[in-house]
């Protein structure tokens, strides 16, 4: 197998075939003067199965153009099979239609990508485990929820927290391999401006350490909010862990600003060398998804 990476997650893409042992093939992704995406795969002729590594993060749109040319590309090179990964599912948080007039974007997505017929996609905790039945190609939803557990397991955590109902599923699964009691928070988000508020929570907080998992960090809204709730309500310490952090500009700062104590996250989205200044002020550890998705492609 020959592994060729997007522009997005070009790390992640080297871990991988560092642990696989295999070259990571040569592309030119540039663009036109008119910035219409350009695309050479250097390689003339490629006879063996191949993946592409492209998280849809950073610009969405663009991310998903240089997946959907480079796939098309490796075709046309011969490629006898096409792994996509792609670590993080870009619009899968468009996955319903709330006001008339909207669009299933995630769909819409899902049918751009498989245009272009990848044979297979390996992806990471999506934001709603439904979005696979978009897809009619063999599709692999790995999560990295043991890889965090691992490391929990290691730490003094007396409650896990559920920002919003809509996080109690993965919650409820986490608090009962890690043994310990859930919060629930009542959470209210401003459909026109984004803006999160927390109203109120059910159950015991008072000087704990609580664990907050979801499965993405966009604006950062709803852990700054929740941190700053819970330490209202006289809890000592917040940890957070989220899949994917989006590292929308600005919010890694305000994160370091935060009630926060603590953030766990993977390197489904490539951590912009800006953020890495504010480590210092909140201590966050990288949970690699490279092994996962390398023992993945191996089967
Ligand atoms: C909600 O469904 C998500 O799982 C997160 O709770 C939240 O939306 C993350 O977005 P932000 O960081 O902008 O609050």
């Known amino acids: 197998m020959q592994l060729f990476s997007g522009s997005t997650n070009l790390p992640l893409a080297r871990k991988i075939t560092g642990i696989l042992d295999i070259p990571l093939g040569i592309t030119q992704i540039t663009e036109f003067p008119n910035r219409e995406t350009r695309v050479w795969v250097t390689e003339e ?17 663009k991310a998903i153009v240089e997946f959907c040319l480079l796939v098309d590309a490796l075709r046309r090179s011969g490629a006898k099979t096409i792994t996509a990964v792609v670590p993080w599912m870009g619009y899968s948080i468009q996955d319903k239609i ?8 995630s769909r819409v997505v899902a049918d751009i990508i498989q245009s272009v017929r990848p044979d297979r996609i390996i ?8 979005i696979q ?19 929990f397991k290691k730490l003094t955590i007396d409650c896990v927290v559920a920002p919003d109902v809509g996080a109690l599923k993965e919650t409820t699964k ?19 401006t984004g803006e999160v508020r927390i109203i109120g929570s059910k159950g015991d907080i008072e000087g704990k350490t609580a664990l907050i998992m979801d499965d993405f960090i ?25 899949s994917h952090h989006l590292f929308v500009a600005g919010v890694q700062e305000k994160l370091a600003k935060s009630a926060l104590d603590e953030l766990y996250i993977t390197d489904t989205v490539a951590m912009p060398e800006a953020d890495k200044a504010f480590h210092g002020q909140l201590p966050t550890h990288v949970v690699s998804v490279a092994e996962l998705i390398a023992q993945e492609l191996k089967d």
Do not use: C, W, Y
């Open 45 to 61: 002729r490629i006879h063996k199965d191949v993946a592409v590594v492209q998280s849809f993060s950073g610009d969405p749109n």
């Open 98 to 105: 709330f006001r008339q007039g909207e669009p299933l974007s």
């Open 123 to 130: 992806t990471v905790d999506l934001h709603n485990e439904a």
């Open 133 to 151: 039945g978009f897809f009619s190609v063999p599709f692999t939803h790995l999560t990295a929820v043991p890889l965090f557990l691992e490391r």
């Open 174 to 192: 986490i608090a009962s391999q890690l043994g310990l009691p859930i919060v629930i928070l009542n959470k209210q988000r401003d459909l026109h």
């Open 218 to 242: 966009s604006t950062g809204g709803t852990i700054i909010q929740a941190a700053d709730f819970l330490k209202t309500q006289g809890v000592q310490k917040v940890i957070m862990g989220a």
